[in-house]
């Protein structure tokens, strides 16, 4: 209760295939954070792309990049993002978005979402300015051939992002 008035733990849901997680995520996160109780990441399967990374490698490495960011809580999850939505009791999703091709995709997805689920909302974070070029394409693209991404991730995940790529360069 605060100052008489009810008060109900704000939960976003931070939800993306994170293949590997960038900075870029990282940003979206904690600014996120900032803007609620809780923070739920899911690290979902995009049905449309193949994943590089493993589920608990992606989870791991979201987990190691968010470390000391308070209220952020890391899980992964098979099935349809709406009923993640209910089963955490979110009150909005975050997306992050770098350019007008993102806005086009986010408004697709929750248009169908929203059909799935009336309830469902969607905050979308414009890019920080620095952050704008990083995908996890263009990481594993750098790291395929040797190149230094070391301004795309988290120190402590880049050593392990190059070595997983080069592993399956062989
Ligand atoms: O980081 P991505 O690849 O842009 O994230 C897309 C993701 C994982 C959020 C989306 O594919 C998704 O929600 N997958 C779960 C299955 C689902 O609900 N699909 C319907 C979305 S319209």
């Not at 909005?92 to 697709?108: C, H, K, M, N, P």
């Not at 050593?159 to 790529?165: L, N």
Request: neutral net charge.
């Amino acid at each position: 209760m605060i100052r008489g008035v009810p008060y109900e733990v704000k939960t976003f849901l931070f939800p993306g295939s994170f293949d590997p997680f960038s900075l870029g995520h990282r940003d979206i996160a904690k600014r996120a954070a900032d803007l609620c109780d809780r923070l739920v990441v899911a690290v979902l399967n995009n049905r449309g792309k193949s994943p590089v990374f493993s589920l608990q490698e992606r989870v791991e490495m979201a987990n190691q990049s968010l470390s000391g960011v308070p209220g952020v809580e890391v899980i992964s999850y098979v099935g349809l993002l709406v009923d993640l939505y209910r089963n955490v009791d979110a009150a909005a999703v975050v997306r992050g978005l770098r350019a007008e091709s993102d806005f086009r995709i986010e408004a697709e997805m929750a248009a169908a979402n929203k059909l799935l689920n009336p309830d469902y909302e969607v905050i979308l974070l414009p890019s920080s300015a620095d952050m704008v070029f990083i995908s996890s394409s263009t990481i594993k693209e750098v790291a395929f051939f040797g190149g230094d991404v070391s301004k795309m991730v988290c120190p402590q995940i880049a050593e392990f992002v190059k070595a997983k790529i080069s592993e399956r360069k062989a």
